[in-house]
């Protein structure tokens, strides 16, 4: 029953308030500290929950009244009322119950790859990489570029870049997968519509101390950087690639002077790439459910097309479709789409509780 599920945050609320206001507690800032943060966790569910027995509570005295002569009419009305709040809480309540994902307030590597379609998936990359960018923008967060590999035509090979700030991973981490794009190429002299695709990683980042590494699976090699066409922009071997040997998961780094930079940078991603491995892992061995709310963020899984022509997004996760396409990618705003995903993801949890 919910109530008795709501009950325990209720009283650990109120017995953290009464620690708080014990004077021998602001001796110990530490004890402080985690008293507060416990009560930031715990204290929107504790008030959704206390108005909801409030609520139920009422329903109940508020029956004594529907069969009375003179208020019956008034009683029913309130308990149309009471019954419509009782709904909104149950759904409050059960949303706000759903296990927290650690990783939503981690910052974010976005990586970005032209997959199919030649120059044009180049193109499309550069396009998304911009999008991206426009939306963190938006968000109030910072986007530092790590890496960029740009092809002759101006499109990208591959970007990363680091965004940081709050809850980013929250509202990234269904980005993942492959997005395909349906448009005209300015090169295209009939006028035909081309289709690529342009894969997304979001990978949290993660402490020294997250991810353990044992120095005899690294393989390090050091390279003299590349331009275009392979053409060398750098006199030295700065250029840095490193592999672990057990996955197989390799990074390559060139866009610093410094050799040293260039390993850090790679080092990083390097361990973004093995935690987001290990969370695959958990999530196929955890079931199948998890998997189907939103996605897995497969990167092999198409999860959104953009068709110009039709000025059409569509989102095949959660059948959204939104024909200002070419007003979003200019302007970058992306909640619509991400709320969508959200609300999904929040409401196949709710479902699978």
């Not at 970005?112 to 990359?125: H, Q, S, V």
């Not at 996955?247 to 790439?273: F, Y």
Request: proline share 2%; glycine share 8%.
């Amino acid at each position: 029953m919910l109530a008795q599920r709501i009950k325990p945050f209720i009283d650990r609320r109120d017995e953290i308030a009464a620690a708080l206001a014990d004077a021998s507690i602001g001796s110990n800032v530490s004890k402080m500290r985690d008293l507060l943060k416990e009560q930031s966790t715990i204290a929107a569910i504790a008030e959704a929950g206390e108005n909801y027995l409030k609520t139920i509570a009422a329903i109940e005295e508020n029956k004594a009244l529907l069969g009375d002569l003179d208020l019956g009419d008034l009683a029913k009305e309130e308990q149309r009322s009471l019954e419509a709040k009782k709904a909104e809480l149950e759904a409050e309540i059960k949303r706000l119950l759903i296990p927290k994902d650690p990783n939503d307030e981690r910052d974010v590597y976005l990586e970005i790859r032209a997959g199919t379609g030649g120059d044009e998936a180049g193109l499309f990359a550069a396009d998304l990489f911009k999008l991206y960018c426009r939306y963190a923008d938006l968000r109030g967060w910072k986007t530092e570029i790590v890496s960029l590999s740009e092809n002759d035509r101006g499109g990208f090979k591959e970007a990363i870049a680091l965004i940081k700030g709050k809850g980013v991973y929250s509202r990234l981490k269904f980005e993942g997968g492959t997005h395909r794009v349906q448009r005209v190429p300015e090169t295209e002299a009939q006028g035909r519509v081309h289709t690529s695709a342009v894969t997304v990683a979001i990978l949290p980042e993660v402490g020294d101390v997250e991810i353990e590494i044992n120095p005899a699976d690294l393989r390090v090699d050091v390279f003299r950087s590349g331009g275009h066409g392979g053409q060398s922009v750098n006199t030295t071997d700065s250029a840095v690639r490193i592999t672990h040997i057990p996955s197989q998961i390799s990074v390559s780094m060139q866009d610093e002077k410094s050799q040293h930079k260039n390993k850090d940078k790679a080092m990083k991603i390097l361990k973004a790439r093995l935690y987001e491995a290990e969370l695959e892992k958990q999530t196929a061995v955890e079931s199948a459910d998890r998997k189907k709310q939103v996605g897995s963020g497969d990167r092999s899984e198409r999860i959104r097309t953009y068709n110009f022509p039709q000025n059409r997004l569509s989102d095949h996760r959660v059948n959204l479709t939104i024909y200002r396409l070419e007003e979003l990618m200019i302007s970058g705003d992306l909640d619509e789409v991400i709320d969508a995903l959200i609300a999904k993801s929040q409401a196949d949890a709710i479902g699978a509780a």
